[in-house]
């Protein structure tokens, strides 16, 4: 046995059993508000902390010493004071920035409390369907993914798509499909007025909740929220049909996108935002990859496997596999328009 491999190997596990821990308290810091009570980069004692939170001193404390630890806060031994730099109060604190952090902690956590359900998938071959999973996924995953949305969405993804972003602002008829709360629909419905946008999810709860941020984002007059699947979502003549992030995670992505050809205008474009992936596996060997692979193994494949035909195509499926689906579902015309470091963006044409 090489011991020096196995010291490194140790090294690592050290490491991330300890992130897994630090993710708890990143949560909790977000849910009590201790990292905003320090986003002004001022540096603080954990008595002053627990008075500007109103929390518990001993429990400030010890919640300040893990996050110096983990190099979230910086920490003076001569003054015993904890400082939040501005550029980590910026991941932390900003809910509408591209880097915001808690949103993916909060997913990742919930894949640990779920864990005894993915075991028994395991064993069976069966799937977990999205609406089986604990309610920090649904709310997780908003979190996650509204800042990119907001980012990136309306100024840079819709103006890479040909001819679409004059077709919006003219007025033209959108259908957002897996919209889960409704962000992406909300955020277009914010940019064009003169445009109507429905979006649809199987998950009950999150139509709920769509409608109502759709209500306190004003645009409800252009929006509709409505429960259906993937395939058999209502309406014809959309201009433009949005998938975003839920491709990979259908049963039947060809017999969807089937279903997205024959909804669409004659001139009409499909928009699919997928996890950034390369198309072989070697290439996702990265951080990225990893933080990809592993919410695939507990959220995507099982939640693909628990539908009709269960291809599964993970949330690492890379532009190649998404080129097989769209081409199989009818289109002739595909291409990659814009990309991120979490997000590949395509246009499909009939």
């Known amino acids: 046995m090489d011991q020096g ?18 993710a708890a308290t990143v949560l909790i810091g977000d849910r009590l508000g201790l990292w905003k009570a320090m986003g002004d980069g001022r540096p603080v004692t954990a008595q002053e902390l627990a008075l500007r939170a109103g929390l518990d001193e001993r429990y400030v404390g010890e919640w300040l010493a893990a996050q110096a630890a983990s190099g979230y806060v910086e920490y003076d031994g001569e003054t015993r004071m904890f400082r939040l730099p501005e550029e980590h109060a910026f991941a932390l604190t900003n809910e509408e920035n591209p880097l915001f952090a808690p949103g993916g902690f909060q997913v990742a956590a919930s894949t640990i409390k779920d864990a005894d359900a993915i075991v028994e998938a395991f064993k069976t071959g069966r799937g977990v369907g999205w609406h089986e999973h604990c309610h920090d ?12 949305y907001i980012a990136s ?6 103006p890479a798509l040909d001819g679409v972003e004059g077709k919006l602002r003219a007025g033209a008829r ?6 889960g709360h409704g962000t ?38 252009r929006t509709s929220f409505e429960i259906a699947q993937a395939k058999s979502y209502p309406g014809e003549g959309y201009d433009l049909v949005a998938f975003f992030d839920c491709l990979h995670d259908m049963g039947d992505p060809v017999g969807a996108g089937e279903h997205v050809r024959e909804t669409l205008a004659r001139d009409g474009v499909w928009m699919i935002v997928e996890p950034f992936a390369h198309d072989r596996l070697e290439d996702n060997l990265n951080p990225v990859g990893r933080v990809f692979y592993s919410a695939s193994t507990c959220i995507c494949t099982p939640a693909s496997r628990s539908q009709e035909v269960g291809l599964a195509l993970g949330a690492q499926a890379g532009e190649g596999r998404i080129r097989d689906v769209v081409l199989a579902s009818g289109f002739t015309r595909f291409r990659r328009v814009a990309e991120t470091a979490f997000n590949l963006v395509f246009e499909a044409r009939v």
Do not use: N, Q
């Not at 491999?5 to 897994?20: E, I, N, Q, R, S």
């Not at 996924?137 to 990119?148: D, I, N, V, W, Y």
């Open 184 to 221: 992406s629909t909300i955020e277009m419905a914010k940019a064009f007025a003169r445009s109507r946008f429905h979006g649809f999810d199987y998950h009950g709860p999150s139509i709920e909740r769509a409608r109502a941020a759709a209500e306190k984002a004003a645009v409800s007059g």
């Open 137 to 148: 996924l649904f709310a997780g995953t908003e979190r996650f993914f509204r800042p990119s």
């Open 153 to 158: 969405l309306v100024s840079a993804w819709i």
């Open 5 to 22: 491999k196995l010291d490194a190997f140790v090294g690592k596990f050290v490491g991330d059993m300890g992130a897994v821990f630090h």
């Open 174 to 179: 959108v259908a957002d499909v897996g919209c």
